[in-house]
């Protein structure tokens, strides 16, 4: 195997219990964890005019690179990093053409994305391709597979990438699951071949609800790719496949607990973990269990139906919020105060700046979740989670168990 010299380090800095921070570095980016990419869609259907449109999503690029249409501003300290789908190319019915000049020059080499360098995440996108049914590339007339999404990735400049995974879904038998696990595997020897000059991170991808499901998993993927090449090759593990289940919190954190033991049993736990997909209320409780990042869209999507963060915990509708509690720059503007009052032209400028806002709020409590793990001991994480996941009826006993089994539990 040739030897390429990797641009990816990973660094823990401080532990509490099982939840750790650190750093993950790409080349000359350093990304604080635990942290939450938020997903965006870079090219919506638009052109340059529009910041490459996609209605909401164009006005959170608007933010991010403080274009005047937002009244300017520097935001660039809230997309440290972001994820974004090659399968979001197929959402805006492009053409080939279109198609082609998005992928011509990569997303932070563009002179309208100058301002943002956070770190790139780009999945592959086998959530829509391969189980969504009807998308399969054909509007724009491109077959979809492995060779296809790595170079698609590779264009738009990913930082980090994944291989073409097959989901799972939650009533698959066991053969359908085993079968799933074989394609995977062979996209997996594919990928690694494709990209073995890539100077970004792989993330290799698992899937699985429980150990046994993630063991089988692993156990066919070795089958065809060795264990020591997977090992070395990779540089973090991103565990799928829980989409379908993101507000089952039980069963979210047992995914993810029983993860964490395939890891270390397969010795793959001085790797970053990431898990793809989640409810950003699940942030708290997968931080304290050791998860190294997330991405989510919920930031986006609970804007879009009025909602405003109060806190990672608690929304309340826009209609009723003065914005006077909140500090934050979005609601320290009174064009944004304005425009989240409805006062907009559009509705893309109203859910917009609410969605910042609300990714403001996620971004602040991953600041304090990180202080808490740098602290002395376990208290002041567990009184973080004492303080927020706990305080609501429908997931405090399952905090009650993270704090128990992850923080050293309350009577220490
Ligand atoms: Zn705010």
């Known amino acids: 195997m040739s030897q390429v010299t990797r641009r990816f380090d ?3 800095d401080a532990v509490a219990g099982d939840a750790r921070t650190g750093t993950l570095r790409i080349g000359s980016q350093e990304l604080a964890t635990p942290n939450l990419f938020p997903v965006l869609n870079f090219y919506g259907g638009g052109t340059e005019r529009s910041v490459f449109g996609g209605g909401i999503h164009r006005t959170i690029k608007e933010f991010m690179i403080g274009a005047d ?50 770190t ?12 969504g049914g009807d998308i399969d590339g054909s509007d724009f007339e491109v077959d979809i597979d492995q060779e296809k999404i790595y170079e698609i990735q590779k264009k738009m400049g990913a930082d980090i990438i994944l291989n073409l995974d097959h989901p799972i879904a939650p009533d698959d038998s066991h053969e359908q699951r085993m079968e799933k696990a074989e394609k995977t595997a062979l996209n997996i020897a594919e990928f690694l071949d494709l990209s073995s000059d890539f100077d970004g991170a792989r993330y290799l991808t698992l ?16 089958s065809i790719v060795d264990t020591r090449e997977i090992h070395e090759a990779f540089d973090g593990v991103a565990l799928g496949s829980l989409v379908p289940k993101k507000d089952n919190r039980e069963l979210l954190i047992q995914a993810v ?10 010795g793959f736990d001085d790797m970053p973990l990431h898990v793809l997909g989640i409810s950003s209320r699940a942030v708290p409780l997968l931080a304290a269990l050791g998860v190294d990042s997330f991405d989510a869209s919920s930031y986006l999507h609970n804007a879009i139906n ?56 996620q971004k602040q409590e991953l600041a304090t979740i ?16 004492e303080s927020t996941v706990a305080r609501d009826k429908q997931t405090r006993q399952v905090a009650h168990k993270v704090v128990n089994q992850s923080l050293g539990g309350y009577f220490q």
Request: glycine share 6%; with cysteine; net charge negative.
């Open 257 to 266: 607990t029983d993860c964490q033991e395939v890891l270390q049993d397969w």
């Open 207 to 222: 899937h699985g609800y429980n150990y046994s499901m993630m063991d089988a998993f692993l156990e066919k993927i070795t």
């Open 120 to 131: 790139l995440f780009v999945d592959s996108g086998g959530f829509k391709f391969l189980d």
């Open 69 to 118: 249409r937002i009244g300017g501003g520097d935001y660039s300290e809230y997309f440290d990093c972001t994820m974004t789908s090659v399968a979001s190319l197929t959402d805006y019915n492009i053409t080939h053409e279109r198609y082609q000049s998005y992928l011509d020059t990569p997303i932070k080499e563009r002179e309208l994305f100058e301002p943002y360098n956070g």
């Open 10 to 12: 990973f660094e823990v």
């Open 370 to 385: 990180r202080d808490r793990i740098r602290a002395e001991g376990t208290a002041p994480l567990r009184e973080y989670i």
């Open 306 to 361: 009025g909602k405003y963060y109060k806190s990672m915990m608690e929304s309340v509708p826009i209609s009723e919020v003065s914005f006077e509690n909140c500090d934050c720059p979005v609601c320290s503007s009174e064009l944004h105060r304005q425009r989240m009052r409805g006062d907009a032209e559009y509705q893309k400028d109203i859910y917009g700046a609410v969605a910042v806002h609300n990714l403001i709020i």
